[in-house]
């Protein structure tokens, strides 16, 4: 996996062009459209490199706007709102061909001290009993549809744990909730920002797919269109995105063939790091008839 996690890490440094503008690939896959996560990962790595590494991002609002094209460079755009004492504020257009395809909002804090409240970790098992996903997908799944098989069977550079990874294979309505442990699929470097990098990069996987759990339906489903609208990020507190985190997902809401998602994402020992929000489009696909 070390060699996947690398060219992550490739993807994500990002080539200075001209002040304030940072031109990033994506790997060569064969997805149809660039990953989300990456765009959010790349355009936090192109504000943070305009911040002093003393004031880390605490929270990040985007929208993507069209889908990217993976065979072309993006051209990220940063814009310095604010500079002040406390707070710092940017705003990152990413373009290709000409068209704003992604925009992001991130706000930088310098470190303080104040009251300390979280809500506690869900029980769930850890992640050292559960088969990581291509043992599932090795095994056949046990009738677990191909498409899901095939996501979770991929090399990526983030590996992934379900706890109910039976909701692929007994498909009906449940609890809108989902957990998955994940991490990075080899030892990163210690920058901080790396971490925060991968971590955004990351939680934009699995997270749209909690909007159909109710519904006993996937974005596996080709009677589903689905497509990621927009991304929170808030950062609580320090931690290591290549040791284990558990992202526990929920859906509140669904409707107007919108999603609505949220996530919070624990270290092992039980720390609430961050906190996510999503919402997308979950249309149902119209038969040609």
Not at 198 to 217: N, R
């Amino acid at each position: 996996m070390t060699g996947i996690v690398t060219e992550l890490l490739h993807v994500l440094d990002l080539d200075a062009i001209a002040e304030d503008a940072y031109r990033g690939i994506s790997p060569t896959v064969g997805w149809p459209r660039v990953f989300g996560g990456q765009v959010v990962a790349q355009a936090l790595v192109a504000a943070t490199r305009t911040v002093p590494a003393t004031r880390p991002p605490h929270s990040l609002h985007a929208y993507f706007l069209l889908g990217g094209d993976p065979k072309e460079p993006i051209l990220y755009e940063v814009e310095r709102i604010r500079d002040g004492r406390s707070f710092t504020t940017r705003r990152v257009v990413a373009r290709q061909h000409g068209r704003a395809i992604f925009a992001m909002s991130v706000s930088y804090h310098d470190p303080e001290t104040g009251v300390v409240h979280q809500l506690p970790m869900p029980d769930v098992p850890g992640p050292e009993g559960l088969p990581d996903s291509r043992e599932v997908a090795a095994k056949g799944g046990g009738g677990m549809p191909s498409p899901v098989l095939a996501y979770f069977g991929r090399e990526r550079p983030i590996e992934l744990r379900p706890v109910e990874i039976e909701r692929y294979l007994r498909r009906e309505p449940r609890e809108p909730r989902f957990h998955v442990w994940l991490r990075a699929a080899a030892p990163l470097p210690d920058d901080p920002a790396i971490h925060q990098a991968v971590l955004a990069y990351a939680s934009d996987m699995t997270l749209l797919d909690a909007t159909l759990i109710a519904h006993g339906q996937t974005v596996f489903d080709g009677a589903i269109q689905s497509a990621s609208l927009d991304h929170a990020l808030w950062f609580h507190q320090p931690f290591r995105a290549d040791e284990w985190l558990l992202y526990a997902q929920d859906s509140p809401s669904a409707g107007g063939a919108r999603g609505f998602a949220r996530g919070l994402i624990y270290t092992q020992d039980g720390r609430l790091v961050a906190s996510v929000a999503q919402e997308g489009m979950i249309r149902p696909r119209r038969s040609e008839s």
